[in-house]
């Protein structure tokens, strides 16, 4: 009897390893998958920026060459050198009317400072843009809210941003926008 109890004291022992070696084990493991999930690569983005439409404030507006009406157009970016923005008043969001090519006023980005050795920045950038006028046939005059040929006109904006080496990014497309260009 006095061997059972030795051996069975000695199962203990042996268990009591196991579990302690066990234990060992998963807070190795625990340790190991901490410091991979909470190691941080930073991102790798092109150095020229790179745009993506995200959204409208609302999708229709009135015409009107005084700006009464205006829309916030939201896009995401990322720029792997993270060189965006000046720190002087240089212009770098260029918009362009989709209809006619035509230029509209250019927005800038401050001036974001550069952070560490991975420079790869991301984020979104939100613009307001005032209303702009109906296109007409010639030789009809844009803009007449009284004698407009057409109800309704569609507008949608070309966008495109320049980092400080100068590099452009890609143009992106917002989604199209109605203008009300009689007002009944």
């Not at 920045?121 to 844009?142: D, R």
């Not at 990014?169 to 260009?181: R, V």
Request: with cysteine; glycine share 6%; proline share 8%.
């Amino acid at each position: 009897m006095f061997a059972l109890l030795e051996k069975a004291a000695n199962l203990d022992t042996k268990y009591d390893r196991m579990k302690n070696s066990t234990w060992g084990l998963g807070i190795l493991l625990v340790s190991v998958a901490s410091v991979l999930l909470f190691c941080v690569k930073p991102p790798d983005y092109p150095i020229e920026p790179v745009i993506t439409f995200e959204s409208l404030s609302k999708d229709i507006m009135f015409q009107s060459t005084f700006g009464q009406d205006s829309v916030v157009i939201t896009f995401s970016f990322t720029d792997g050198d993270g060189d965006l923005g000046f720190k002087d008043d240089q212009e770098n969001i260029f918009i362009i009317d989709g209809r006619d090519s035509f230029q509209k006023p250019s927005y800038r980005i401050p001036y974001i400072e550069q952070q560490g050795a991975g420079n790869g920045i991301s984020g979104e950038i939100s613009i307001v843009v005032p209303t702009t006028c109906c296109i007409y046939p010639p030789p009809l005059p844009p803009c007449d809210t009284i004698n407009a040929p057409q109800q309704l006109d569609t507008v949608f904006y070309l966008i495109q941003i320049q980092d400080q080496a100068g590099h452009l990014s890609n143009q992106i497309q917002t989604a199209p926008i109605t203008l009300i260009c009689r007002r009944q």
